[in-house]
Every structure is written in C-alpha cells, then in structure tokens.
C-alpha cells in the first residue's frame, strides 16, 4: 500500500514537471562569437584576453564557460614526516578538464549558485574521479584543494557577473565579456560554451571552438627537446660553448662561475 | 607583450628583464665575490615560478657558457692542470649520469623538488656557516697560527690515508703526488650534485682541490672550471634526453645577464676588503637557505602538488 502511494506520488511529481516545463517560454539558442578563434603561443606569448560578444533572449541570465579536455593529471599529496612537509603519496585525477573559466551575468549565478546547477566547479565535482593515496572520506576535502591547485596555476578560475548585458532591443539582450587565457595554457583546442538561464536552469546553449597553438621558434624548440632529445642536447651546449666564447672575448673572461 | 619571453620547456611566459636582472644579480655577486653563482641561480629560478627540475637543468646549461669562456681564459694563463682535469672529468661524467637518472627516478617518486630543496638546504648550510665563522674570526683578528698547529695532526692521518691508496701518480703543473682513484671519486660526488642542484660544483671543487688535494690555488680554479664544463656539458646533454627539462632559451638569458653583472661585481670588489665581502656572501648564502628551510618547515598552503616539478 505504501509503495503504491510512493509510486502515485512520483508520477503526479513527474506530471507536474512535464506541465511547468511546457509552461515555460521556448528560450531561442544565444548567438555567440569568440575573438579570436586562434590564439597562437608565440615567442613573446604573454598569456591572451579573449573576447566573446553574443545575444540571448531578453530577460535571461547566461553562463560563459571555458572548457579544456579531460585529462589524467598525476598530482603529490603533501604530509608531515618528522619535522618536514614533503610529498608522501600520489593522486591520480580522472576526467577533470585542462582548462576550466567560467564567467556569468549576474554573480548570483556563481557565487550562490542553485543546488542543481549544472555550472560552475560544483557541476564538475560528480565527474572527477580520484584514485591513489585518497581514501573515500578525502574526496570532498581534495575535491576543494584541487580546485585551489588549479586556481593558483590559473587554468580555474570563476570570473562573476563579468559578463555584460547591453539594453534589450527586441527579444534579444547584446552580450559581451572578456576572459584571460593564461601564459601557461596548453595547445589544444578549447569549447567556449555559452548557456541561456532562466529560472536557475540551462534553458539553450550554443558553443564555439577555441584553437591554442604552439607556433615559431617555441613550437621548434618544443618539437626538437621532446622527439630529438639527445640533439637538443648537443645544440643547447654547442650554443652555450659558442655565446660563452662570444661573451669571454666580449668581455675578456669575466662572469666565470 | 615584448619583454615577456615564452618558455616552451618551462611551459609558460616570464618577463626577460627579470631573468636578465636575476642572472645580472647572480653574476654581480660571482665577480663581487670571485666564486660562482651556480648555487644561488636555481633557487632564485624556483622563487620566480621555474618548475625546480627546469631551473636546475637550464642552470646547468647556463654553466656551460660561463665557464667555457673562464676556463679558456685560465688556459691561455697555463692555469690548467690536465692530468688532473681529465681525472675529475672521468668522475664527473660518471657522478652527473648517476645523479641525472638520480633525479628520473625521484620524479617518478614525485620527490625531486624534495630532494632538490633538502640538498640545498644542507650544503648552502654547511658552506654559508663556515664562510660566515670563518670571516668573522678574521674581522675579528683572530690569530691565525691555532689553525695551522690544528692542520699538521689532521693532515699526517689525512695524509697516510691517500697514501695508502693505489696507482700513485705526479701530477706536474699541481705539483702533488697521488691515487687518481681519489680525484676520480670526489669529481663522482660533485657530478652527482651538479645533477641534483644544477651547478656547477665549483663551491665543493674548489675547497675540496685546496684541500683534500693539496692542489695549488692558481692551478685549482682553472683546473675546477674546466671539470665543471664537462661535467655540465654532460648533464645538460643527459637532462634533455631523460627528463626534457633544459630551457636553452632561459640559460642563455641567464647567461647574458650573468655576465654583464660580472663585470659589475669586479670593479666593486676592488674597493671592498675580501673578509667583508665573504661574510656579505656568507649572508647571503645562509638566507636562501633559511627561505628554503622555512618552506619545508612550514605547513604547506595546499597539500596538493604537481608531480616532478611541472
């Protein structure tokens, strides 16, 4: 008896949902657009502003997030041995993105965020996955100490109410906003997402790729230190033998260690 | 913007005229106080943000330049002692490939930095509290002679020990007669810590040529440049076959910086006494050790960290 009442309950719970969902307005998708589309890691890369600028239906709120792939990262958990902090155990964390900035219109949306949100470091908790020295009790204490991690390497970072809403002409609000890549950005190629909320839900979305590249004489120095290591070598003393020469004479000897 | 300068191997951007300042600094302290910066280069790298197994291997690199042009200039004085050189080249060489897969295994460990800092730690300790005793019982003009009636006893059992040892040999242009297997030993050591602290050694070398070896200090300092050369020509060459962490773009910043500040340094040591100026490097020494103490000491900000330095 009890579990037909549970039962009923559900369903008239699941009626009720099917009801306000049709009840709400159909939110058209945002328009977005990424400035640049490549960014490309230089000799004199300094780490790079990226501009978007869109369109969302006016009235809605919306969420910008910054998305590298997935990736293992194999990370050193500190501890106590003696008097001495040092690393006493090794943390594997699964499917946790390579990147992740995420920007909103109004703070709310990142500061206090609805417990459903799918945004946000929070909708990440449920996907990253730790194994190694953690025991299941950890998880939520390094779950907040991997975000920090990140957050001081700058590939996390929460950016709210950075991004701007311009006054409604029409159905639609223009949107605009600005987010760092940092120096120390991977190459790869990035989704920037854009998601229309309302009513503390993800109502559309639309997304657009971002290409990071390693060009000129980084991506050759890269390319030759990583598949021609003993060359790099060889070419990284030729060099130094050749500017301590040029240097010696220049100077006549000086700056000898 | 232009003086920020990519680092592919770092993996991230720093700004040229703080490396050039840095190494401009370090090699203003090696002219000021006639002793190599090697040992200074690193940790000042790792305080600015270079993973520590890349500062350590690009200083080494940054050693190679600075040392060619010393030890070429000693050449040309007859200040190299060959015989000797090649010895300590031999244990070096052996020391550094040692010390290089040393430092592959710890990364896998994760305890490279670790090891890295404690290693500081313990010989910039040893050095900056003997320097820093020693100058000061000279500002204080202590007498001399309580040393020298020390030296003879340690000596003579010092000196029945390398005795005892095989393959005597005269080294002419040192003018000492001993086992190579004690050099080939003690270059075995600095090679292994020229890996593990990515300098050059000369800071152990050259005390440990006075010495341990008896060498004569005009011969010691072109005969230690020359050792620590090859000693670094081989960690460079075996650091970026097993571990991909030499940044040739940041050791010849360093280099070029270094040697300006060199030049700097010289011309200010001529107006300082030499007792002020080893317990000013004396202080020096001892607060890089005290930073890196201190960040091994204290509880950690976040008790997650990279792996290997990266």
Known sequence: ?257 | MFWNLYLPLAGSSTNILLLFGLGGAVGFLSGLFGVGGGFLMTPLLIMVGIPSTVAAASDSNQIVAASTSGSYAHYRLGNVDFKMGIILIIGGVLGGTVGVQFIKLLRAMGNADFVIKITYVVMLGVIGFYMFVESLQALRQKPIESKRVEAPAKVSLYNRMIQALPYQMHFDKSGVTLSPVLPLILGVFVGILAAIMGVGGGFIMVPVMVYMLRMPMHVVVGTSLLQILFTCINVTIMQSISNHTVDMVLAIILLLGSTVGAQFGVRLSKRLKADQLKILLASIVLLVMVQMLVSLVLPPHLMLAHKGGH
């Open chain 1, 1 to 257: 008896m009890k579990r037909m009442r549970h039962l009923s309950l559900k369903v008239a719970a699941l009626g009720l949902g099917v009801l306000l969902a049709g009840s709400l307005p159909a939110w058209a998708a945002p328009a977005l657009t990424v400035s640049p589309a490549a960014v490309q890691i230089g000799a004199f890369f300094h780490g790079q502003t990226v501009t978007i600028s869109g369109a969302i239906p006016a009235g809605a709120q919306a969420v910008l997030e910054v998305v590298g792939i997935n990736a293992d990262e194999h990370l050193m958990r500190k501890g106590r041995r003696g008097m001495l902090w040092m690393n006493v155990g090794e943390i594997v964390v699964h499917d946790a993105p390579s990147l992740y900035l995420v920007m909103s219109t109004s703070k709310e949306l990142l500061t206090a965020p609805p417990p459903d949100a799918t945004w946000g470091y929070q909708a990440l908790k449920p996907g990253i996955r730790f194994t190694g020295g953690i025991e299941p009790a950890e998880r939520e204490e390094f779950l907040g100490q991997f975000f920090q991690l990140k957050e001081s390497d700058q590939v996390y970072a929460t950016f709210p109410g950075a991004l701007k809403i311009g006054a409604a002409v029409g159905a639609e609000s223009k949107l605009s906003g600005a987010f760092p890549l940092p120096t120390n950005t991977k190459p790869g190629t990035y989704n920037v997402c854009l998601s229309v909320i309302a009513d503390g839900k993800v109502v559309n979305r639309t997304c657009a790729d971002l290409t990071v590249e390693m060009v000129g004489f980084p991506a050759l120095l890269a390319s030759l230190a990583y598949q021609h290591g003993a060359t790099y070598g060889v070419v990284a003393v030729v060099i130094a033998i050749i500017t301590g020469f040029a240097m010696g004479f220049l100077f006549k000897g000086g700056g000898g260690h």
